[in-house]
């Protein structure tokens, strides 16, 4: 079995891993892929979620990152480490980027524009792995708009992924309004992104509101160090792709899926929603102040818990975290809470208010650090979440059939939440003009979701989402090998 562990930056290496890599060896997959996500884990894992799923199909697939980023991902599944390979790629040293800081998540969000100038140094190496494997495909993300320059170079056909569903792609529109005049004449302000655009066609709830526009607007078409828009990236990589694939499901959102396509002018394939696969033997594996909280929780109503999950990079003010804790004390349901220790906290103590833990103990849970979320949030005693509401939590969160309450903040969250809360599968937490949201307000959503009558529809359509959500069969079998015979008809074909 032939393992790479690393590339080094030469182009002898990789000559010397093309002489090992393109020796046929018998059994091998004929179709090799390889997938390039964006150095942030809410895009490395759906890529790590897309590659196990088309290496079930068939496909062999090479995972490329940084080595610390590789390090941070989960093992590959026995039964498919002949399938699947990690390759790693070291970042070089960049003015502004902190040193170790690989992803996202180890940055604040005004230097996560020196990641990119990093990453963006990362397309020679890359380019040279791409001509010693020899892959027959290229799946990218959104960031690594220099991947259209490889594929016309090495004539290997691109696949631009996105881990974001089709209503937040098709609200920011066709390429030729993401850059320049189209730009300009319809995107020119952060007001424009508060309305649904026109190209959509039909009614949609989906769009920014006024306090979440002027960031967003911002962060997405203005320049940042790295020289280029986020925005240009994405138009350079529809206009230079082959085809779009996209974490979604016709079941779910259609009428978008099929916008999508018309917008883009290209061909779109949903590869279905990849709901992680929830393992019972890893509870065995967690430390033992997990395993006290599972304990708790096997003692607590059957879908009596409200799970509190906002990630790793969200970035939380004291305020914020205050008035979550006050709420979740108002509100006097069982919780969990998982969190991470802010910046601004010197202990751990000190992220939550004074006596919070002591007043909340026959209550809930609040755990800092690395939290299994899976496995919570297959736990029968869960019955709802407050988080993000981004796509991937979503997706973890409607495959048991959760109730969602959701407080957006970044990127994709707030088109997400308009969305759901339009097909009664989430309820909102309320904000004031600027953003800002009270424990009252924190309070009477939960309560709302969890147990008022009022939220029974809301309990109702997510129990129902299951069918979609939790199918396995249905995107495992009938998306990803649809996908996947998608890929070995091409690539005979070549």
Same mark, same amino acid.
């Given at each position: 079995?032939?393992?790479?562990?690393?590339?080094?930056?030469?182009?002898?290496?990789?000559?010397?891993?093309?002489?090992?890599?393109?020796?046929?060896?018998?059994?091998?997959?004929?179709?090799?892929?390889?997938?390039?996500?964006?150095?942030?884990?809410?895009?490395?894992?759906?890529?790590?979620?897309?590659?196990?799923?088309?290496?079930?199909?068939?496909?062999?697939?090479?995972?490329?990152?940084?080595?610390?980023?590789?390090?941070?991902?989960?093992?590959?599944?026995?039964?498919?480490?002949?399938?699947?390979?990690?390759?790693?790629?070291?970042?070089?040293?960049?003015?502004?980027?902190?040193?170790?800081?690989?992803?996202?998540?180890?940055?604040?969000?005004?230097?996560?524009?020196?990641?990119?100038?990093?990453?963006?140094?990362?397309?020679?190496?890359?380019?040279?792995?791409?001509?010693?494997?020899?892959?027959?495909?290229?799946?990218?993300?959104?960031?690594?708009?220099?991947?259209?320059?490889?594929?016309?170079?090495?004539?290997?056909?691109?696949?631009?992924?996105?881990?974001?569903?089709?209503?937040?792609?098709?609200?920011?529109?066709?390429?030729?309004?993401?850059?320049?005049?189209?730009?300009?004449?319809?995107?020119?302000?952060?007001?424009?992104?508060?309305?649904? $655009? !026109? %190209?959509?066609?039909?009614? @949609?709830?989906?769009?920014?509101?006024? #306090?979440?526009?002027?960031?967003?607007?911002? &962060?997405?078409?203005?320049?940042?160090?790295?020289?280029?828009?986020?925005?240009?990236?994405?138009?350079?990589?529809?206009?230079?792709?082959?085809?779009?694939?996209?974490?979604?499901?016709?079941?779910?959102?259609?009428?978008?899926?099929?916008?999508?396509?018309?917008?883009?002018?290209?061909?779109?394939?949903?590869?279905?929603?990849?709901?992680?696969?929830?393992?019972?033997?890893?509870?065995?594996?967690?430390?033992?102040?997990?395993?006290?909280?599972?304990?708790?929780?096997?003692?607590?109503?059957?879908?009596?818990?409200?799970?509190?999950?906002?990630?790793?990079?969200?970035?939380?003010?004291?305020?914020?975290?205050?008035?979550?804790?006050?709420?979740?004390?108002?509100?006097?349901?069982?919780?969990?809470?998982?969190?991470?220790? $802010? !910046? %601004?906290?010197?202990?751990? @103590?000190?992220?939550?208010?004074?006596? #919070?833990?002591?007043?909340?103990?026959?209550? &809930?849970?609040?755990?800092?650090?690395?939290?299994?979320?899976?496995?919570?949030?297959?736990?029968?005693?869960?019955?709802?979440?407050?988080?993000?509401?981004?796509?991937?939590?979503?997706?973890?969160?409607?495959?048991?059939?959760?109730?969602?309450?959701?407080?957006?903040?970044?990127?994709?969250?707030?088109?997400?939440?308009?969305?759901?809360?339009?097909?009664?599968?989430?309820?909102?937490?309320?904000?004031?003009?600027?953003?800002?949201?009270?424990?009252?307000?924190?309070?009477?959503?939960?309560?709302?979701?969890?147990?008022?009558?009022?939220?029974?529809?809301?309990?109702?359509?997510?129990?129902?989402?299951?069918?979609?959500?939790?199918?396995?069969?249905?995107?495992?079998?009938?998306?990803?090998?649809?996908?996947?015979?998608?890929?070995?008809?091409?690539?005979?074909?070549?």
């Amino acid at each position: 079995m032939i393992i790479i562990t690393r590339i080094e930056r030469s182009f002898l290496h990789c000559f010397l891993y093309t002489y090992q890599i393109n020796l046929k060896v018998e059994g091998m997959a004929e179709v090799h892929v390889m997938m390039l996500p964006w150095s942030a884990f809410g895009h490395m894992i759906p890529f790590l979620q897309f590659t196990i799923a088309l290496a079930k199909a068939g496909i062999r697939v090479t995972y490329v990152s940084t080595p610390r980023n590789i390090q941070r991902l989960p093992q590959i599944p026995a039964s498919l480490k002949d399938l699947v390979k990690y390759v790693e790629l070291p970042l070089e040293a960049v003015d502004g980027l902190p040193n170790g800081a690989e992803a996202t998540v180890d940055l604040s969000m005004e230097k996560i524009q020196y990641l990119k100038i990093a990453y963006d140094l990362l397309q020679k190496p890359f380019k040279e792995l791409v001509l010693a494997l020899s892959p027959d495909w290229i799946i990218t993300d959104f960031i690594a708009d220099w991947t259209v320059d490889i594929s016309q170079e090495t004539s290997i056909p691109l696949i631009s992924f996105s881990v974001f569903n089709s209503a937040a792609i098709c609200f920011l529109g066709p390429p030729e309004y993401l850059v320049g005049e189209g730009q300009k004449k319809v995107r020119g302000t952060p007001e424009s992104l508060t309305y649904s $655009p !026109e %190209w959509l066609g039909f009614k @949609s709830p989906v769009a920014f509101r006024a #306090f979440e526009a002027t960031g967003t607007h911002q &962060g997405f078409y203005g320049e940042n160090a790295s020289g280029r828009s986020d925005a240009e990236r994405i138009a350079k990589i529809q206009q230079g792709c082959h085809l779009c694939c996209i974490r979604s499901c016709m079941e779910f959102e259609g009428e978008y899926i099929d916008l999508f396509a018309k917008i883009s002018n290209k061909t779109v394939i949903p590869v279905g929603v990849l709901p992680p696969e929830h393992d019972e033997k890893k509870k065995g594996s967690i430390d033992e102040s997990w395993r006290e909280v599972f304990r708790w929780l096997d003692e607590q109503d059957p879908k009596s818990v409200l799970f509190v999950g906002f990630g790793s990079e969200n970035k939380f003010t004291k305020e914020q975290i205050f008035e979550i804790a006050f709420g979740l004390e108002l509100s006097e349901l069982p919780f969990l809470w998982a969190l991470r220790k $802010p !910046e %601004w906290a010197v202990e751990d @103590s000190d992220a939550l208010p004074s006596g #919070f833990r002591e007043r909340t103990h026959a209550k &809930g849970i609040a755990s800092f650090g690395w939290a299994p979320q899976l496995e919570i949030l297959a736990h029968p005693s869960v019955g709802g979440s407050l988080f993000h509401s981004g796509w991937g939590s979503i997706i973890e969160t409607l495959q048991h059939g959760h109730t969602l309450v959701i407080l957006p903040f970044i990127a994709d969250q707030p088109l997400n939440a308009r969305m759901l809360a339009a097909k009664n599968l989430a309820i909102e937490v309320e904000r004031k003009e600027d953003g800002s949201f009270t424990k009252e307000g924190i309070a009477k959503a939960l309560r709302q979701a969890m147990v008022e009558e009022e939220g029974e529809k809301i309990r109702a359509c997510a129990r129902k989402a299951v069918a979609i959500f939790g199918n396995q069969k249905l995107h495992q079998e009938h998306y990803i090998g649809k996908f996947a015979e998608y890929l070995k008809d091409s690539s005979a074909n070549k």
